[in-house]
């Protein structure tokens, strides 16, 4: 039975919440050795169907790991951290 309190998905989101702080950790300790670099340019790696899309662009105002947002017929440039909270 799936839990009907909010208290109740304490444990269910304990570990998402965990490897979601450690990949975002590990995104920005990149942006930071890349954005010392003060490189500049959008750069993409086109891995195959099953993978994620990801780049170094400008998201957010800021040269960063990016990866691509469709919306519509419109593809975007946003920051790939993880959304779990």
């Known amino acids: 039975m799936p839990p009907n309190q ?3 998905l304490e444990p269910v989101a304990e570990a998402p919440n965990l490897e979601s702080n ?3 950790s590990t995104i920005a300790a990149l942006n930071v050795k ?3 670099r003060n490189v500049g340019i ?3 790696l086109f891995p195959d169907e099953d993978h994620v899309q990801i780049g ?3 998201a957010d105002e ?6 691509p947002a469709l919306r519509g017929d419109q593809i975007t440039v946003r920051s790939p951290r993880a959304r779990v909270s």
């Open 34 to 36: 890349l954005g010392v």
């Open 56 to 58: 170094y662009a400008k």
């Open 62 to 67: 800021t040269w960063q790991l990016a990866t």
């Open 42 to 44: 959008e750069v993409w």
């Open 22 to 24: 450690q990949l975002n």
């Open 6 to 8: 909010p208290q109740e």
